[in-house]
């Protein structure tokens, strides 16, 4: 059986994280205090023990670990509703925060304490909206739906995975594919050798109770590698450079630990990094033709 522990870190991962584990246990119908009613999952598999260890008592804990520098947010898990489902050795706080500062946490604070969907259907529309797997699907390649801003239009796919979940069939995903496949403005190299990578898990979409999304009966996540992000890539660079030339907040990681040349040579990978998506996008001149063969 294969185990997966999760490592939630800084405000934004403790918070994303206790709202994961949220809605994990709410699909596998574990309570608060971590207990299993009927102690059987939803559709009689054990599936869910690979995110959760049981202790002896019966208990489901979250193979999870949460770490800030600063106690305020991981206290809002300790005394939270689902308080009781973590083990207190994995919530691990510090006494003060990084102030946004990478090099206090990474040089200083933190060695002390060290030893990223669409489409989204809110509850108002769900009675008179049910989009369908082609929908959702076309949605996915749709620049507004992107977790990343950068238009995948402009770019060419080196991988695609797409994960369904609910009321999905093959057929239609086969059919939801081949559309999009016919559609020039989405491209893949020419040396990618499937285009897409499909999952389907047939248990519908789980929803916090109270929250302002609505219980639809399929969705869909997708997870892909294209060239367009070389594009926010662009951004960061110019972003950087105007900062950097004159050499804002510098001292303050300076003052931390780092040095100045780091700014430098992170710069060149970042730009050497964009280049290389840069030329796959160029150098795959055939995608156009080659899109068939998928």
């Known amino acids: 059986m ?137 949605a996915c390649f749709e620049p507004a739906n992107q977790m990343v801003k950068c238009d995948p239009r402009r770019g060419k796919y080196m991988a695609c995975c797409l994960l369904y979940r609910g009321d999905v069939v093959p057929k239609d995903v086969n059919a939801a594919i081949a559309m999009i496949k016919t559609k020039r403005s989405i491209q893949f190299v020419d040396w990618c050798p499937t285009g897409f990578k499909v999952g389907i898990n047939y248990q519908p979409p789980t929803v916090i109770p109270g929250g302002d999304l609505a219980k639809i009966a399929r969705a869909v996540c997708m997870l892909s590698n294209t060239t367009a992000i070389a594009e926010a890539w662009s951004r960061l660079d110019h972003k950087f450079d105007l900062m950097y030339a004159k050499r804002a907040f510098v001292h303050w990681y300076v003052g931390e630990g780092m040095e100045e040349g780091e700014f430098s040579e992170a710069r060149e990978d970042l730009a050497a990094l964009e280049k290389d998506y840069e030329e796959v996008g160029m150098d795959s001149t055939d995608g156009y033709e080659s899109q068939g063969e998928y």
């Not at 919530?91 to 489409?119: C, F, Q, W």
């Not at 509850?123 to 049910?130: D, I």
């Open 2 to 138: 294969r185990e997966c522990i999760s490592i939630h870190v800084g405000q934004a991962g403790v918070q994303i994280g206790n709202a994961c584990w949220e809605l994990y246990c709410l699909e596998h119908g574990i309570q608060p205090d971590g207990h299993m009613p009927s102690d059987k999952t939803f559709g009689g598999d054990d599936s869910f023990s690979t995110f959760f260890s049981e202790t002896g008592y019966g208990k489901h804990v979250p193979r999870a670990i949460f770490v800030d520098l600063e106690p305020t947010v991981i206290d809002e898990v300790r005394h939270g509703l689902w308080r009781g489902l973590y083990h207190p050795e994995q919530l691990i706080t510090g006494k003060e925060d990084a102030a946004n500062n990478y090099a206090r946490g990474h040089y200083t604070i933190g060695k002390e304490i060290v030893v990223t969907y669409a489409p989204v259907i809110s509850s108002e529309k769900a009675y008179h909206e049910q989009l369908t797997v082609s929908e959702i699907t076309n």
